[in-house]
């Protein structure tokens, strides 16, 4: 009797651990595999690589708003001094103007330009972007003017 009953529970056992790995395979997640994820990534990763040379001027002159905008930003405050002291100031203190931190600077730098005033007199003034990043990885880096008339240009392009 004893025997029987081993051999009872035995297949009991066996029967239930059956039913339950029947039923993992019925209730089975669709998903994708790891090869097909991966598949996925490296298409993804050559059609950036096919994009980015394209995407290169865009992003520079995306980047070359920052320096127009410090310019400009500039050139208001030296007005501004010019019509209280009636002259122009070749200090960037002296008018208010704060540089942002660079990107070479440290983890929290934002700023892709280094603004300097280059020239300053009682009649007028030039103040120089100069960027401390090759966007485009060519060399050249990217230089903007601004003068007392506002004229803001483009000395070296990127």
Same mark, same amino acid.
């Given at each position: 009797? $004893?025997?029987?009953?081993?051999?009872y529970?035995?297949?009991?056992?066996?029967? #239930?651990?059956?039913?339950?790995?029947?039923?993992?395979?019925?209730h089975? /997640?669709?998903?994708?595999? @790891?090869?097909?994820? /991966?598949?996925?990534?490296?298409?993804?990763?050559?059609?950036?690589? @096919?994009? !980015?040379? %394209? !995407?290169?001027?865009? *992003?520079?002159?995306?980047?070359?708003?920052?320096?127009?905008?410090q310019l400009?930003?500039?050139? #208001?405050l030296?007005?501004?001094?010019?019509f209280?002291?009636?002259? $122009?100031?070749?200090?960037?203190?002296? *008018?208010g103007?704060?540089?942002?931190?660079?990107?070479?600077?440290?983890?929290?730098?934002?700023?892709? $330009?280094?603004?300097?005033?280059?020239?300053? %007199?009682p009649?007028? $003034?030039?103040?120089?972007?100069?960027?401390?990043?090759?966007?485009?990885?060519?060399?050249?880096?990217?230089?903007?003017?601004?003068?007392? %008339? %506002?004229? !803001?240009?483009?000395? #070296?392009?990127?």
């Amino acid at each position: 009797m $004893y025997l029987e009953t081993i051999k009872y529970v035995r297949f009991i056992m066996f029967f #239930t651990t059956k039913k339950i790995s029947i039923k993992r395979v019925k209730h089975r /997640l669709p998903a994708f595999t @790891l090869t097909e994820v /991966l598949i996925v990534l490296v298409i993804i990763g050559i059609l950036i690589l @096919l994009a !980015l040379p %394209n !995407l290169m001027p865009l *992003i520079t002159r995306a980047k070359s708003t920052e320096a127009k905008l410090q310019l400009e930003h500039l050139h #208001t405050l030296e007005k501004t001094h010019f019509f209280e002291k009636s002259l $122009y100031s070749s200090s960037l203190t002296e *008018i208010g103007f704060q540089q942002e931190k660079l990107v070479t600077e440290g983890e929290n730098g934002k700023a892709n $330009y280094r603004i300097e005033i280059v020239q300053a %007199n009682p009649t007028g $003034y030039i103040a120089r972007a100069t960027a401390i990043v090759d966007f485009d990885a060519d060399g050249t880096f990217n230089v903007w003017e601004i003068d007392q %008339n %506002n004229n !803001l240009r483009e000395v #070296t392009p990127d």
